[in-house]
């Protein structure tokens, strides 16, 4: 009798260990064909890019989930620049992406009109509307870093590097498509090309079941360079 209740007691506890590494908030959209898109500005207003991601498949697993993307990076004239796959998953708590949102940072690259190769890291978003006033899961932030090529001008090159991470609050964050309540996070950004590096920073937000709906890129003068908010959800 005291086996059985060892076993039981077991697999009792295998299934709430199941439970709660699913417990996990996803920070993408997370349901087959859902399509989000977000639009890029220039410091002025004038919109500069669209950013668009539609979600094709969605797994789940005793661990957590992950999603399959599929983006597309165009100008305001629909002339698509680049798209390619991304990947959102979450597994045993923690969540990260792949980092296909950084295309919508400023014209510095001056490499929209290339046929681009991209290799980019997974960064973490925790959670930070469970436990904002928690350090431990406030350091979790990842550094990330992505290189981009020109296929045809390997000379046409830059490295993005986005570092030093930290939570800033959990705020509304109204946008076209919709009001959000969203983790305010702020980073440092340096870009490298073969002609130039340029540093500042940059703040983005990110909502449950969302992603990122606004970002904004400063140089290290404190002005504005770009922005981009979430425009639509379909």
Not at 159 to 180: C, H, K, L, P, Y
Not at 181 to 192: E, G, L, M, N
Not at 208 to 215: A, D, E, F, K, L
């Amino acid at each position: 009798m005291k086996v059985k209740n060892l076993i039981v007691l077991g697999l009792l506890t295998l299934g709430a260990e199941s439970v709660m590494a699913q417990d996990c908030n996803f920070f993408f959209a997370n349901e087959e064909g859902k399509v989000l898109t977000r639009t890029g500005y220039k410091a002025d207003g004038t919109a500069s890019s669209i950013l668009l991601y539609r979600v094709d498949k969605v797994y789940d697993y005793p661990s957590g989930m992950e999603v399959d993307a599929h983006f597309s990076y165009s100008k305001p004239t629909g002339k698509v620049l680049n798209s390619g796959k991304m990947v959102a998953r979450c597994d045993n708590g923690t969540f990260s992406m792949n980092m296909s949102h950084i295309l919508s940072y400023p014209d510095a690259l001056n490499m929209k009109n290339a046929d681009l190769y991209m290799m980019g890291d997974l960064m973490s978003y925790p959670d930070a509307f469970s436990a904002p006033d928690d350090p431990s899961s406030l350091n979790e932030y990842s550094d990330g870093t992505i290189r981009i090529s020109d296929k045809k001008n390997k000379d046409n090159r830059a490295e993005i590097s986005v570092t030093n991470r930290t939570f800033v609050a959990n705020e509304d964050v109204q946008t076209s498509a919709g009001i959000f309540h969203a983790t305010k996070v702020r980073y440092s950004i340096r870009i490298w090309t073969p002609k130039a590096t340029i540093e500042g920073y940059g703040y983005e937000w990110y909502a449950p079941n969302t992603g990122i709906v606004r970002t904004e890129e400063y140089n290290d003068k404190d002005q504005l360079q770009s922005y981009s908010v979430l425009t639509s959800i379909k």
